[in-house]
């Protein structure tokens, strides 16, 4: 076996997805925990600053890479939060399987039905997380009944509960026949668990009674109604294994990081326009899925995340932006392990590796070693909501067009600079992405912005193929169009109108360059080509 096929063997690349407020980030932090790559963990609830710092992780960081049973982990964090779905879109694009977060108490949630989709759209293998069962929860069938008929998965329990609530002695785990009891508490990791063995274990019916016995019921129960558990259906994404635990109290987090080892596949080919490009191949490939913005705002940084495809990364080897045609040689590329940054050596399939940006690198773009390939994918969504965008002061324009300019790049909003027109505008899917990008001007930049109505409902981006015209059409749409047609962050051409009755109208009056309309952008001038070239709708 290569270095190559060695190095990819070992990597496990997956992202967190759930509801918010379902524990996501306090699992993130307790998975941190148990791989060493931290030593002690806060509560979620201290979020004070100095607490933040010994707590050693950022919510912010997204990336995040760890070490365990001799496998390197890269987890990708995502927000919870629905009004910043495309963002968490484009990170699901980048991993190798999902762990689902559940609440026990509310079962599935809107959120945790939308990211689903997106998993079940890419044949994404999932493992569940139950989180919070020392609280006043759901019974455990009724929340394993709940997501096989909300999200259409077959579940095959991997450990199940004994209790909950005041009265969560532990978790049986099924595939060793033991029960690990439940204590509350601990900030470290290790320490002594007890462990009883064996389902008809004298001390473990004494000690935990009534619940003892309705766990084995309830075992024996699933045993018989649900499968076995299928290697092939799960790597499909048409069966999740299911864990349950309490994040907060570092109980169960061992059990999904061994099964996410165990279960979670290593990288796997991407297709490319050109080409399926395999994880061993010995030439380095990557793609661009997230931009990050002054992640260090002392020294207003960007970052270009890029996820390796193929090959082995070396610092300070020449990349290809296929895009742009530039070269590009990187000695600065880190790697995050909480909140600290290392300089990365060397790098494989499977791993996230950061690269300082300063404008060269768009989201979506494909780097190689000099091979023309343009993988797809990313999803760039049509904005829900339009507003208007203009500077408090006005003297600090200058510096409000280089605010919006790099958290257009970045993809926290969509920025449309209008042909005909002075105004900015910004697109977005939700209110809150409003709400926090001003905050950012005004933190990270200096610049108090006003963000109010527009008249724009609807955005769309257009393409004209070369049968029906090409450039040339394209051209005399937008001559003919100045005072609806707008630039976005990549300088693709967007159409702005107030309802969809002139949208309509548009199309019936120019069918040439209107045939190329699309809710994502997929402007081949700047690769942002999608699966199958389809438009693509948010997840309702």
């Not at 051209?475 to 309802?499: C, E, G, M, S, Y």
Request: charged share 25%.
């Amino acid at each position: 076996m290569s270095d190559i096929e060695n190095q990819v063997r070992r990597r496990r690349t997956f992202a967190i997805i759930s509801h918010p407020d379902a524990g996501k980030t306090t699992l993130t932090e307790k998975l941190l925990l148990f791989s060493g790559a931290i030593n002690i963990a806060g509560s979620v609830k201290a979020r004070k600053a100095a607490r933040q710092k010994q707590r050693g992780i950022s919510v912010a960081s997204s990336v995040m890479q760890m070490e365990y049973r001799d496998c390197v982990i890269n987890l990708l964090d995502t927000p919870g939060h629905q009004d910043f779905s495309e963002d968490t879109y484009r990170v699901l694009t980048a991993v190798d399987a999902a762990l689902m977060v559940i609440d026990a108490a509310n079962g599935v949630e809107p959120q945790t039905r939308r990211l689903l989709q997106v998993c079940r759209a890419r044949n994404t293998p999932i493992l569940t997380f139950v989180n919070k069962m020392d609280r006043e929860v759901q019974a455990p069938l009724d929340v394993m009944d709940e997501i096989e008929r909300e999200l259409g998965m077959t579940v095959v329990p991997f450990t199940w509960p004994v209790g909950m609530g005041k009265q969560f002695h532990g978790v049986y785990d099924r595939r060793t026949d033991q029960m690990r009891v439940f204590a509350a508490g601990e900030d470290r990791a290790g320490g002594e668990e007890e462990v009883l063995a064996g389902r008809d274990n004298a001390v473990t019916a004494q000690r935990f009674g009534m619940e003892w016995t309705q766990a084995k019921d309830e075992m024996e129960l699933v045993e018989g109604a649900s499968p076995a558990f299928d290697e092939a259906e799960f790597l499909a994404g048409r069966q999740t294994p299911m864990l349950f635990g309490s994040a907060i109290n570092n109980f169960g987090v061992r059990e999904v990081l061994d099964a996410l080892v165990d279960l979670a596949p290593p990288p796997g080919p991407k297709p490319s326009i050109q080409r399926v490009v395999q994880p061993t191949e010995p030439k380095f490939t990557g793609v661009v899925f997230k931009i990050q913005a002054n992640m260090d705002p002392a020294h207003r940084d960007r970052i270009a995340f890029v996820r390796v495809a193929s090959g082995k990364f070396e610092r300070g080897m020449p990349l290809k932006v296929v895009r742009s045609g530039k070269v590009i040689k990187p000695n600065t590329v880190v790697t995050f392990m909480s909140q600290r940054r290392e300089l990365l050596d060397e790098a494989f399939a499977g791993d996230i590796i950061g690269i300082p940006n300063h404008g060269v690198l768009q989201l979506g773009d494909t780097l190689t070693e000099g091979e023309q390939l343009q993988f797809t994918g990313l999803p760039f969504f049509a904005p829900e909501i339009i507003r208007s965008v203009e500077v408090a002061d006005p003297l600090r324009g200058k510096q409000l067009k280089a605010g919006l300019t790099q958290l257009g790049e970045e993809g926290a909003i969509q920025v449309f600079r209008p042909i005909a027109g002075s105004v900015l505008m910004l697109g977005a899917v939700g209110q809150l992405q409003f709400e926090v990008v001003a905050h950012r001007l005004e933190a990270e930049y200096g610049v108090k912005a006003r963000i109010t109505h527009s008249t724009y409902q609807v955005a769309r981006w257009v393409t004209c193929a070369p049968e029906d015209g090409g450039e040339q059409e394209l051209k005399r749409f937008i001559d003919a169009n100045q005072h609806r047609v707008a630039l976005d962050a990549v300088d693709a051409p967007t159409l702005l109108v107030d309802h969809n009755a002139t949208l309509r109208a548009v199309e019936a009056n120019w069918p040439k360059s209107m045939r190329g309309w699309c809710s994502t952008r997929r402007c081949e001038a700047h690769l942002r080509l999608f699966d199958g070239g389809k438009p693509q709708k948010m997840p309702s």
